[in-house]
C-alpha cells in the first residue's frame, strides 16, 4: 500500500485549511493510506481530519532544546539524536509527503519523513523556484488581493488535486463537559458561541463592542444565550466585569480552560458563532456550525473566509463583487452590532456602512462567496484561473 | 571512629595515600549532633554545616539545583566536605557519563566525615581531590573534559581560603590552555571614567584573538548634553534617563543583529534592569566590569540581579554587599594598564619643558585632592597640576596647566614620563586621605606602565598588586613632603622602583591579563558554553576528529580551516549556499533543520 503524509505545521485555521486537499487527495487515490504532521498541540483537531489514518506530533519544544544542545559546539551526537526523533515519528520512510507550509521546517520534515515531496518549491527544501500555487499564495499574501480562490483550494492546487466542493465533515465523538458547562446547548434557546480575541491583535474586535453586541441579542432574543470562547480568559474575565449582571445568567465564559476537543464540543453545541479569530471559526465551520465571521485588518473573505455553504461574513471596506480587495490593513470606523444582531435573530441582512456582507458557497471549483440579499453568482475569474493553473501543472 | 575503617577501607585500593592521611590526621573540626529527624549533624565554630533538622533532605535539595546546570559529559568537582550528605545526594542523581569529585582541603575534616555515619557505594565512585591548591588545580588542569565547579556553601566556607587558592589556581591552568575565540560585545557608557576602559578592554579582547563587537554609545555624548540644558534639572534629570532607555534598547537590536557569546558592560553602560531581563530570557549571557567605587556610585543595587556575572575592583564588604543585592557571582578584578598607550617615552626637549615637573598630580578636582595638594607646594620644587574639575580652588591656580582643561591619554603619558615625582592620591570626599583605602585607582597602573616614579596613598588592596619595592605609598598627610624631598635627590632609586613597577605590570597587570581572568572565570563557570568556546571545542577541526563516526558530518565540517570556529549557523549557511538545486543529504537537512530552531532562539527585539 502507498502511504502519503500530509506536513501541516502551522496554525490551527491552516490545519483546517488542509481538509479540502485531504478529501481531494484521498478522492484521487482512494488506495492511498494518508497520515499527518501537525504541530503535537494540534493533534486533537489533526485526530478528526477526515481521511486520516494516522496523525505524527510536531514537537517544537523538543527540537528547540535538540537546537540549543548544539550551543555546546555542533557534534555528531546532536545529528544522531534528530535522526533518532525522526525515526520514532515515523520509522518507515513515506512514499510522498505533500507539504503545505512554505516555511522551511515544514519542508525539511517533508524531505526528511518521505522520498518524494510535492509542495510549494519546485527543487526541494532550498530550491528557490516557487510551484504555480505557491507563487498564486505567496502574490495574494504580499498584495492582499485575492483572484478569488480560497486559500484552502489553493493548497488543494499545491497537492495537484482540485477541490471536490464540499466540506468533508470532522470526525468526532460527543464528550461531556465539565461542571455547569455542560449545560450549554442543552436547554432550548438560540445558544451563540462568541470568539472573544483573535490570535493577531490587529484582528481583534474591541470589548466594549462585544459588550455591546452582546447587550443587544439579548435584549432581542430573551431566550438567547452566550458563550464566550477563545484562549484569552483574561478577556473573557475583562468582558464581564464591562456587562451588567442582569446578563450574566443567561452568559457562559469557558475562555481559556477549554482543550481543543472541549471547544470543538462547545462549538458543535452553538447554533452559531460569531467572531474574528479565523482559527476557532473554522473549526466552528468545519464542525458543522454556522458562523458570522467578522473580517477586517488583513483578514479577506475569498481567501480565508469559512469554508463551506450557510456562513455570513461581514467583510471590512467598501469591496463589491468582483472589484478587487484593498491591500494593507483595513481598520473598521464603525462596528456591524445592530446588524449582525438582525441577521442572527431575524434573519435579515440590511446595508452596513464601511461594510459588505457575503453567503458562503461551494461548487467544483471550491469555495466562494456572493454579496448577501444577491443570487450566488460563481466568480468568472476563478474558474479561469484553475483552468489557466491546470494546464500549467499538468 | 565507629565507621571510619569501614568506610575507607573501600579506597585503601585506589588511594593509599589518601587513606593514610585521613586516617593520621587531628580529626574534630566538625562538632556532631543529632538532627531532629534522626541522622547525624555537625557544626564548626558554632555555625551549622548542615540542617539541625533533616541534613539528607537539604542535601536533595542542593543536589536537584546542582543538577539543573551540571551537563552530561562534566566532571563535577565539589567543594565543601562537611559529613557529605550533599555528595551523597549528588551522587545519586549525576548525569550518565559524568564524574563526580570531592575537593578534600584538610583531611581531618574527611575524617570527621567518614567517623560520623557508613557511607554507601557511592563513596568508592567518587574522586578525592587532596593535596596543595596547587597540585590539584594543575590535576584538574590537565583534564580534558569540562569541568563543573559545585559549591556546598554552607561547608565550603570553612576552608575559604584553600578554595579560593584554589580556584585561582584553576582559572591560570584554565587560562593558560586557552585556544578558542569567543565573540564578546563590549558595552560602553556614554561618557565618563570608564569609557577609556571600555576602549582598552576591546583593544584586550581583540589581542586576545577575540572577536569583538563594540557597542559604542559616546557617540550620542552630545546628545546627551544637549538634554542635560533644560532650565529645571529635573527635566534635564528625565531627559537623559529617557535617552539612556533608548541606548539600552539600542544595544538590544545590536545584539541581536550579531548575537555574541557575551556582552561584556563596562561601569554606566546603559543597560536597563527591563532589558537585562530581557537578554537572560533570550539565553545572553552577561556580564559588568564596575569599575567604579561602589560606596559612591550606588546604581549597581538596583542593576545587581541583572547581570550574570559582575566583576568589581573593591574585595570583602563589596563582595558581600553585592551578593546581599541579588548578584548571582561576583568577582575581584582589579583595574589595570594599557602598554600600548602608558609606556616609556623618548621626550624631546621642548615637551620636557612643556610637561615636566619635579613633582606633578593628574586627575579631576575632587574634594579630598583641592584640601591636600596646597599643602604639598612648595618653593623647594616645581610643581604642576593636570586634569579638570579645579574651578574655585584658588590656592593651586598657580600650578594648574591649560586652564584646568581635560588632558586625554596620550598627554598624560607625556606628564608622567615627564616627572621626576608623580603624585597619586586617591579621590574621595572630605579633606582627608580616603578613610575607606582599598582598590587601587587606574592611574596605579598607568604610571607604573609608563616607567614612571609614583607616590601613591596607602590602599589596602595594594599588597596583592604591588610590593614597596614597585610602588612607594605614604600613609599620612604630613609625609609626602619628606617623601617628595627623599626621592627628588635620589634619580638612580627612582629609576629601579619605576622599573620594576613597569615590570610587574607587564607581567600581571595589563588589560589582557584582566580580560583573561574574567573570560576564564565565566569559564569555569559555564563550561559548556564559554569554557568550551575558550578550550577551542567548537573549532572545525577539533569538531571534525570528534565527528568522524559520522563521516557526512566529518565532512561538512572540514569544509572549513581547522583552526575556524564552527558553529551550527555557519555550516546550515554552507549547505545554503551550495544546496540549491540538489539532493541534500540526510545530514545536511537535519542540520538546516536544528539550525531553523536555533534562529527562533535569538528572536531578540
Not at chain 1, 522520498?115 to 532550498?126: C, K, Q, S, V
Not at chain 2, 551549622?48 to 542535601?59: F, N, Q, T
Request: glycine residues 8%.
Amino acid at each position: 500500500m502507498r502511504r502519503a503524509l500530509m506536513v501541516q505545521l502551522a496554525r490551527l485555521g491552516d490545519l483546517l485549511q488542509t481538509v479540502p486537499a485531504i478529501t481531494a487527495i484521498t478522492a484521487a487515490d482512494p488506495a492511498l493510506e494518508v497520515d499527518l504532521l501537525c504541530p503535537a498541540p494540534l493533534a486533537p483537531i489533526g485526530r478528526m481530519l477526515p481521511g486520516i489514518a494516522t496523525v505524527l506530533e510536531w514537537d517544537g519544544v523538543v527540537w528547540n532544546h535538540c537546537a540549543k544542545a548544539t550551543g555546546s559546539g555542533l557534534q555528531s551526537e546532536h545529528l544522531q539524536d534528530a535522526e533518532r526523533r525522526i525515526r520514532m515519528l515515523a520509522p518507515r520512510q513515506y512514499d510522498c509527503a505533500y507539504v503545505l507550509n512554505q516555511h522551511p521546517r515544514a519542508l525539511l520534515a517533508g524531505a526528511l519523513l518521505a522520498r518524494a515531496m510535492i509542495g510549494p518549491r519546485r527543487e526541494g527544501p532550498l530550491g528557490g523556484q516557487l510551484t504555480p500555487w505557491a507563487a498564486y499564495i505567496r502574490e495574494v499574501a504580499v498584495t492582499g488581493r485575492g483572484r478569488q480562490v480560497h486559500l484552502a483550494d489553493a493548497l488543494c492546487g499545491i497537492c495537484g488535486v482540485q477541490p471536490s466542493g464540499r466540506l468533508a465533515a470532522l470526525r468526532r465523538a460527543s464528550c461531556a463537559l465539565p461542571g455547569e458547562w455542560d449545560e450549554i446547548g442543552q436547554s432550548e434557546g438560540r445558544w451563540v458561541g462568541l470568539i472573544v480575541g483573535a490570535g493577531d491583535v490587529e484582528r481583534v474586535v474591541p470589548l466594549d463592542t462585544w459588550r455591546q453586541w452582546i447587550i443587544r441579542f439579548l435584549e432581542q432574543d430573551p431566550r438567547g444565550r452566550v458563550v464566550l470562547i477563545g484562549q484569552e480568559k483574561e478577556r473573557g474575565g475583562q468582558l464581564i466585569d464591562l456587562l451588567p449582571p442582569s446578563v450574566l445568567g443567561r452568559l457562559w465564559d469557558v475562555t481559556g480552560r477549554t482543550s481543543l476537543t472541549e471547544l470543538a464540543e462547545v462549538l458543535v453545541r452553538c447554533h452559531r458563532v460569531i467572531g474574528s479569530d479565523t482559527g476557532p471559526l473554522h473549526l466552528a465551520a468545519a464542525l458543522g456550525v454556522a458562523v458570522i465571521g467578522i473580517y477586517f485588518a488583513r483578514a479577506r473573505v475569498h481567501q480565508t473566509g469559512p469554508y463551506g455553504s450557510g456562513h455570513l461574513i461581514w467583510q471590512a471596506g467598501e469591496t463589491r463583487e468582483n472589484m478587487p480587495m484593498a491591500a494593507g490593513s483595513i481598520r473598521p470606523i464603525r462596528w456591524p452590532i445592530e446588524e449582525t444582531v438582525a441577521a442572527l435573530v431575524e434573519g435579515r441582512i440590511g446595508r452596513s456602512e464601511g461594510w459588505t456582507v457575503w453567503d458562503s458557497h461551494c461548487d467544483r471549483w471550491g469555495a466562494y462567496y456572493s454579496e448577501a440579499n444577491h443570487s450566488p453568482t460563481p466568480p468568472y475569474e476563478r474558474e479561469a484561473l484553475w483552468r489557466n493553473m491546470c494546464s500549467v501543472v499538468r | 571512629m565507629t565507621y571510619v575503617r569501614e568506610n575507607l577501607e573501600g579506597l585503601r585500593k585506589t588511594v593509599p595515600a589518601f587513606v593514610e592521611a585521613v586516617m593520621s590526621s587531628a580529626g574534630n573540626r566538625l562538632s556532631m549532633s543529632s538532627s531532629r529527624e534522626g541522622s547525624v549533624t555537625a557544626t564548626c565554630d558554632g555555625q551549622w554545616v548542615h540542617s539541625a533538622y533533616d541534613p539528607r533532605k537539604e542535601a536533595r535539595t542542593w543536589a536537584e539545583a546542582q543538577r539543573c546546570e551540571w551537563k552530561e559529559g562534566e566532571l563535577g568537582i565539589v567543594l565543601g566536605v562537611g559529613l557529605l550528605y550533599h555528595v551523597e545526594a549528588l551522587a545519586a542523581i549525576k548525569p550518565s557519563g559524568s564524574r563526580l569529585a570531592v575537593v578534600i582541603p584538610d583531611p581531618s575534616i574527611m575524617k570527621d566525615a567518614a567517623s560520623a555515619r557508613p557511607m554507601g557505594a557511592w563513596f568508592t565512585d567518587v574522586e578525592w581531590l587532596w593535596g596543595s591548591a596547587q597540585a590539584i588545580a594543575e590535576q584538574l588542569g590537565a583534564y580534558s573534559t569540562p569541568l563543573r565547579v559545585l559549591t556546598y556553601g554552607p561547608a565550603a566556607r570553612l576552608d575559604a581560603e584553600f578554595h579560593e587558592e584554589l580556584e585561582d589556581a584553576l582559572r591560570r591552568a584554565v587560562s593558560e590552555r586557552q585556544s578558542g575565540r569567543l565573540h564578546v560585545a563590549v558595552v560602553g557608557p556614554i561618557y565618563g571614567g570608564s569609557l577609556p576602559i571600555a576602549r582598552y578592554a576591546v583593544t584586550a579582547l581583540e589581542a586576545l584573538g577575540h572577536r569583538v563587537s563594540w557597542i559604542d554609545h559616546s557617540v550620542h555624548r552630545s546628545s546627551y548634553d544637549a538634554l542635560g540644558t533644560y532650565r529645571e534639572a529635573r527635566h534635564s534629570q528625565i531627559m537623559q534617563g529617557r535617552l539612556a532607555e533608548i541606548l539600552s534598547l539600542s544595544t538590544i537590536t545590536r545584539l541581536a543583529e550579531d548575537p555574541p557569546d557575551l556582552v561584556l558592560a563596562i561601569a554606566q553602560a546603559p543597560l536597563t534592569l527591563a532589558v537585562l531581563e530581557h537578554l537572560r530570557k533570550k539565553k545572553f549571557l552577561t556580564a559588568m566590569w564596575f569599575v567604579e567605587n561602589y560606596r559612591h556610585l550606588t546604581y549597581w543595587q538596583q542593576l545587581a540581579s541583572g547581570y550574570d556575572y559582575w566583576f568589581v575592583i573593591q574585595q570583602g564588604a563589596c563582595l558581600e554587599a553585592f551578593t546581599r543585592a541579588g548578584a548571582r557571582f561576583v568577582g575581584y578584578l582589579p583595574m589595570a594598564a594599557d602598554p600600548a598607550v602608558h609606556k616609556p617615552l623618548v621626550l624631546t626637549k621642548a615637551e620636557r619643558t612643556e610637561y615636566g615637573a619635579d613633582v606633578s598630580f593628574v586627575g579631576a578636582g575632587y574634594p579630598n585632592r583641592r584640601a591636600l595638594l596646597p599643602r604639598w607646594l612648595s618653593d623647594e620644587w616645581t610643581f604642576r597640576l593636570w586634569g579638570n574639575e579645579w574651578e574655585g580652588a584658588d590656592d593651586l591656580a598657580s600650578v594648574l596647566q591649560r586652564g584646568g582643561a581635560r588632558i586625554d591619554a596620550e598627554t598624560c603619558a607625556k606628564v608622567f614620563n615627564a616627572s621626576a615625582v608623580n603624585l597619586n592620591l586617591h579621590s574621595c570626599g572630605g579633606d582627608r586621605l580616603d578613610p575607606d583605602a582599598d582598590f587601587v585607582n587606574p592611574r596605579t597602573f598607568e604610571l607604573a606602565a609608563c616607567g614612571a616614579f609614583q607616590l601613591s596613598d596607602e590602599r589596602s588592596l595594594f599588597p596583592d598588586l604591588f610590593t614597596d619595592q614597585e610602588v612607594v605609598r605614604f600613609r599620612s598627610v604630613e609625609d609626602v613632603p619628606t617623601l617628595i624631598r627623599t626621592w627628588l635627590k635620589d634619580p638612580d632609586r627612582r629609576r629601579a622602583v619605576a622599573e620594576a613597577a613597569r615590570r610587574r605590570v607587564l607581567r600581571d597587570h595589563t588589560y589582557e591579563h584582566r580580560m583573561k581572568k574574567l573570560l576564564t572565570s565565566i569559564g569555569v563557570r559555564q563550561p559548556d558554553r564559554i569554557g568550551s568556546l575558550l578550550r577551542g571545542d567548537r573549532e572545525a577541526g577539533i569538531l571534525a576528529a570528534r565527528a568522524g563516526f559520522v563521516p557526512e558530518l566529518s565532512k561538512l565540517l572540514r569544509q572549513f580551516p581547522p583552526g575556524q570556529r564552527v558553529e551550527l549557523k555557519d555550516v546550515a549557511a554552507g549547505i545554503r549556499a551550495t544546496g540549491a538545486g540538489r539532493e541534500l543529504k540526510r545530514e545536511e537537512l537535519l542540520v538546516l533543520l536544528l539550525d531553523s530552531y536555533r534562529a527562533e532562539t535569538r528572536d531578540l527585539v
